[in-house]
Structure formats: structure tokens, C-alpha cells
């Protein structure tokens, strides 16, 4: 199974300020089509998860584009150019490369300080 | 507007049975994969079992397999997960998701498994 890690799970940022996640994968998400199936999702407090990010960079509708994806091989990054506080929550990765299992990281949570 | 509705969580005993329902509506529901991921109390998110459109492949996460079955009713635009044998590490919110990629995902369902 691939395993998922993400840095940091906590992440205390100031409101108007960058944020940045790190997201790695035990082996390369590059599909044999060429692709990398790997998404970012925001589970705001008392919510279901919502995907914000699909194929590394692609935004979902409505996503707003202070949010961005970036990565290839088994390195990914989501970053918040600016943190708002509707922002505050956790976030996972997921690969969906090398499935079943699909996987996730185990989260980072984020909160204003 | 796509929308997924989960029901059928509640209290059950350790190796009690429960079924899950994800009513879909608001997208071609024959068209898409469906996958059912779980979150225990505090915990993270946690794959359990994807379904192809027509209800002929189905996978799931070692940890339940043999004991939960997904399933769906093209007709009346449904999605279900068979619970069976039923654990205390079972307990958890159970969403609902269209695709292979998650998508679109319901408000969850609780079940709670404990004596």
C-alpha cells in the first residue's frame, strides 16, 4: 500500500500570512496514463470533507485561487497565499494512483493564531 | 445541484449487522464510481469500499473485507454498505463519495458499535 505523509499536522498560521503543506508518498503517483492522482481536501470543523484540488494543480469549482497544488513524483505541496479564517481546518492528501487501497495522509490541522 | 445523503447510522452491539443508504441525486448516478470513506471519533479519513457503475467491481480496505459489502441500485439512484460482524474499531462517521477521486461527498452517517 502507498503511505502518505504530511508536514506539519499542526500548523498555527496568522491571518493574512502564507500557509504551506507538505504532502510526500512512499512510491511515485505517476499513472501509467501519464497522470498523478493525487488530491488535496479541507474538512472545515463540524463538516464533511470538500476537494479543493484534483491531479495536483487542477482547482475544483468554487475553490478560490489563493489556493494552489504543486508537485510531481512523490513531493506535493498545497499552499493558502493568504490565510482567512473561513481557512481554519484540516487538511489531507489523498492518492488515488495505486489503488484499491486509496490512502490519505494523516492530516493537518490549521488554525489561526 | 449534485447532493449525496447518507442514513441507516445508529447504535449496534459488537457483531450486530447495519445497512447504509447514500441516496443521490442531481448528477447521472449510472455514470460515476461510488465509494463509501469512514472517520473514526478524532481520527483521520479512511477508504472503505469503491463500486463501479454498473455494480460489477467492487473493493474494499483489508480491514473489512469479508465483513462489509457495497452495493447500488441504479433505479432509484441509491448506494448501500452491509455491515456485518460489526467492531468497536467500526465506529466512525461514514460518508459517501462520488468517483474514484472523491469529488462530491454526503454529510456522513454515524454508527456507533459498542455494548
Not at chain 1, 497565499?81 to 490512502?103: I, N
Not at chain 2, 447518507?6 to 459488537?14: K, N, R, T
Request: contains cysteine; hydrophobic residues 35%.
Amino acid at each position: 500500500d502507498v503511505v502518505m505523509t504530511q508536514s506539519p499536522l499542526s500548523l498555527p498560521v496568522t491571518l493574512g500570512q502564507p500557509a504551506s503543506i507538505s504532502c510526500r508518498s512512499s512510491q511515485s503517483l505517476v499513472y501509467s496514463d501519464g497522470n498523478t492522482y493525487l488530491n488535496w481536501f479541507q474538512q472545515r470543523p463540524g463538516q464533511s470533507p470538500r476537494r479543493l484540488i484534483y491531479k495536483v494543480s487542477n482547482r475544483d469549482s468554487g475553490v478560490p485561487d489563493r489556493f494552489s497544488g504543486s508537485g510531481s513524483g512523490t513531493d506535493f505541496t498545497l499552499k493558502i497565499s493568504r490565510v482567512e479564517a473561513e481557512d481554519v481546518g484540516v487538511y489531507y492528501c489523498m492518492q488515488a494512483t495505486h489503488w484499491p487501497p486509496f490512502t490519505f495522509g494523516p492530516g493537518t490541522k490549521l488554525d489561526i493564531k | 445541484e449534485v447532493q449525496l445523503v447518507e442514513s441507516g447510522g445508529g447504535l449496534v452491539q459488537p457483531g450486530g449487522s447495519l445497512r447504509l443508504s447514500c441516496a443521490a441525486s442531481g448528477f447521472t448516478f449510472n455514470n460515476w464510481w461510488m465509494s463509501w470513506v469512514r472517520q473514526a471519533p478524532g481520527k483521520g479519513l479512511e477508504w472503505v469500499a469503491s463500486i463501479d457503475e454498473d455494480g460489477f467491481k467492487n473493493y474494499y480496505v483489508g480491514s473489512v473485507k469479508g465483513r462489509f459489502t457495497i452495493s447500488r441500485d441504479n433505479a432509484k439512484n441509491a448506494l448501500y454498505l452491509h455491515m456485518n460482524s460489526l467492531r468497536a474499531d467500526d465506529t466512525a462517521v461514514y460518508y459517501c463519495a462520488r468517483t474514484k477521486s472523491f469529488d462530491v461527498w454526503g454529510q456522513g452517517t454515524m454508527v456507533t458499535v459498542s455494548s
